[in-house]
């Protein structure tokens, strides 16, 4: 089964507007942490903010929130007042506790652009 | 503040040809891993390393070794090149985190390697 799946591809998006890109996990760990990376065209993977599964607050870094719901398995990412510099390819992944090398397993990517 | 260095950047191999992918990082990070990108399918685990002198093995460790001699550096090699080795290959490191607060990784800049 997926650890990590995000079912949209593709996101448009006008700029100035809100958008949610979707992330669903599974794990039987009651402790992991959650994760959203950016990756623009030039390739580089950037951390955008992060979410622990003891936390009680939803995560926020700037115009970027993460809509977590724990009973559901949901970690979607928002972004706020979207600008064209967000257009890039979005990675949700997991580390949890039942791996020794507690390393990230990634989702397939959600590739958003950011219209004028 | 380098981070994490990945030499090289870009590189065009023949099938059956060897080479070594060198990952350097410089925040005493005790872990450290190797990652393929692919279209469509995110990044997926090679093989990892959790402090000086210890490796294993990934999701997808066939056709690759790698060795850690060095707690700062992070070796990655392809014996034998074949055609579905042609892949962006990325390096990250990171602390191991806590089970209540789990650390991101860092990743270097990648590195586009074709197989012809």
């Known amino acids: 089964a997926q650890k990590i799946t995000q079912t949209q591809p593709g996101m448009f998006v006008q700029e100035k507007e809100a958008v949610t890109l979707d992330c669903t996990y599974d794990?039987?760990?009651?402790?992991?942490?959650l994760f959203w990376y950016k990756q623009p065209s030039s390739g580089e993977m950037i951390f955008l903010i992060y979410q622990g599964s003891y936390d009680q607050q939803n995560a926020t870094e700037g115009r970027y929130s993460l809509n977590f719901q724990k009973a559901r398995k949901s970690a979607n990412l928002v972004i706020s007042a979207s600008q064209l510099g967000d257009s890039a390819m979005y990675f949700c992944?997991?580390?949890?506790?039942?791996?020794?090398?507690?390393?990230?397993?990634f989702g397939s990517g959600t590739q958003l652009t950011v219209l004028p | 503040n380098a981070g994490v260095t990945q030499t090289p950047k870009f590189r065009v191999l023949k099938t059956g040809q060897s080479m070594t992918l060198l990952c350097a990082q410089d925040?005493?990070?005790?872990?450290m891993y190797w990652y393929r990108q692919d279209p469509g399918m995110g990044l997926r685990l090679i093989h990892y390393?959790?402090?000086?002198?210890?490796?294993a093995k990934g999701e997808v460790p066939d056709g690759y070794n790698v060795s850690r001699l060095k707690k700062q550096n992070f070796l990655l090699g392809l014996e034998s090149a074949a055609p579905s080795q042609t892949s962006v290959y990325f390096c990250?490191?990171?602390?191991?985190?806590?089970?209540?607060?789990?650390?991101?990784?860092?990743f270097g800049q990648g590195t586009r390697l074709t197989v012809v």
């Open positions: 390393s959790v402090g000086e002198g210890t490796t």
């Open positions: 925040m005493n990070h005790e872990y």
């Open positions: 992944a997991m580390r949890e506790g039942t791996g020794s090398a507690r390393q990230l397993t």
């Open positions: 990250a490191s990171s602390y191991p985190g806590t089970r209540v607060r789990w650390t991101e990784a860092f």
């Open positions: 794990t039987s760990d009651p402790s992991y942490g």
